[in-house]
């Protein structure tokens, strides 16, 4: 018997000592796969750039866990580009330069992200953007991709499902007119193009088309503008600081429309929810995610968990389903293409993600011949019922409802816009 208990133990130090070896084994070690990007984590991206740093970190927290990228350890090298445009090619310069990172990625949004391609190119490195609208149309880079599910036809179908809408309620409010309001950046022009494809296809007769600086401030004289033609719906492509500044003029003015309002960006984010609160009420824009129960792709409420933990007390977004599971998932796809080639060789790493479908947080991700997406997957929402600036009044996705695609559909549209409650 005390020879048995001797053989029993012996098994288990083996057993332990087999493990403990493991883990030191696949404990990443040697120097660091470096990973490069500029991020908009001051300036009036900041509101969503933060929210996607954060998901990137927790993403570099989870990979080193599980043994690194090709057993090395993984380092984010990242600079705040401060949301302008003209830092953004001195940035990915020092990146590629300087630092001599292995791997890039854009930062967050179009408007900073079309400057960083041609320094990519030129460096010829594989390089994916994170909500970058149609970077790649000029370049036809063969090593772009982009993590921004708008499929092929990217500038036509980020408001396909609000001309839809306008389509379908045609008759019934007389529908005739529209009026135009853009932002003159990258992201709100391109977005513009292909409203002026859809609209045409409604049938609709454009009263009023402007662009607006980006550094406009005061609001009212354009919503004024609007109003003085008249417009049956209003349609605007506008970035987060000027959505805000908008909504609010639309409110304070009493905008009398019969639809509203587009491809707004910001609303979708948290903290402009809770400053905004009723006053969204009756606003048709779109969205890339929420937590409806077809949406919750496996991994993706987990990973929401940890990075609202974390968010806690940090003044990024405090629930990130905007933007932070998109950012977590551009460098799981990233992080594939290493592993699977066994290699940080550019050309493998692009003809990896071009040829492979990649099961990640925000679901099936695989991409075209652009590097867009092969087939849309975004939604069109309205903003309703909305009563106070409550957090918990926009958890888990209340507030929104998906209007469009039907397989995401979750109510019907509160029309007029002039009559929503505010």
Same mark, same amino acid.
């Given at each position: 018997m005390f020879r048995g208990l001797i053989r029993a133990f012996a098994a288990v130090a083996t057993i332990m000592l087999v493990a403990s070896a493991a883990a030191v084994a696949e404990a990443p070690s040697g120097p660091p796969i470096t990973i490069g990007f500029s991020m908009p984590l001051t300036g009036g991206l900041a509101v969503n750039g933060t929210s996607g740093l954060l998901a990137m970190q927790i993403w570099a927290e989870d990979t080193n866990q599980k043994g690194g990228l090709l057993g090395r350890p993984v380092k984010l090298v990242y600079y705040d580009d401060q949301t302008n445009p003209s830092l953004?090619?001195?940035? *990915?310069? #020092?990146?590629l330069d300087v630092d001599k990172v292995d791997l890039v990625v854009s930062a967050y949004g179009t408007n900073v992200t079309a400057p960083a391609l041609p320094v990519v190119i030129q460096h010829n490195k594989t390089f994916i953007g994170l909500f970058a609208m149609d970077v790649n149309e000029e370049f036809r *880079?063969? #090593?772009c991709f982009s993590m921004l599910p708008v499929g092929p036809d990217p500038r036509a179908a980020i408001s396909e499902g609000f001309f839809e809408i306008v389509k379908a309620h045609k008759e019934k409010l007389g529908l005739k007119t529209i009026a135009l309001a853009v932002d003159d950046g990258e992201a709100t022009r391109n977005t513009a193009d292909g409203a002026r494809i859809n609209l045409k296809k409604a049938g609709l007769d454009v009263v009023y088309d402007k662009t607006y600086p980006p550094t406009t401030t005061d609001f009212t004289p354009i919503i004024r503008a609007i109003q003085a033609k008249n417009p049956d719906i209003v349609y605007i492509a506008s970035y987060p600081p000027d959505s805000v500044g908008l909504i609010r003029a639309m409110h304070e003015l009493g905008l009398n429309t019969k639809v509203c309002c587009g491809t707004m960006t910001g609303p979708q984010s948290t903290s402009i929810k809770t400053s905004l609160g009723p006053m969204l009420n009756g606003i048709i824009t779109f969205d890339f995610w929420l937590p409806a129960p077809k949406l919750r792709f496996p991994g993706v409420?987990?990973?929401l968990q940890r990075y609202q933990q974390q968010a806690a007390g940090k003044g990024v977004d405090p629930l990130g389903y905007y933007l932070a599971p998109w950012a977590y998932a551009d460098l799981q796809v990233q992080g594939e293409a290493v592993e699977e080639t066994k290699s940080l060789d550019q050309?493998?790493?692009?003809?990896?993600?071009?040829s492979h479908t990649f099961k990640t947080v925000i679901g099936d991700v695989e991409f075209g011949e652009k590097g867009e997406w092969k087939q849309a997957r975004l939604m069109t929402v309205q903003f309703q019922n909305i009563t106070s600036t409550n957090l918990d009044d926009f958890r888990d996705g209340k507030g929104e409802v998906v209007l469009w695609p039907e397989q995401y559909k979750a109510g019907e549209p509160i029309l007029p816009y002039s009559a929503v409650k505010h």
């Open positions: 953004v090619p001195g940035i *990915y310069t #020092k990146l *880079y063969p #090593k409420m987990e990973f050309d493998k790493i692009a003809d990896y993600i071009r």
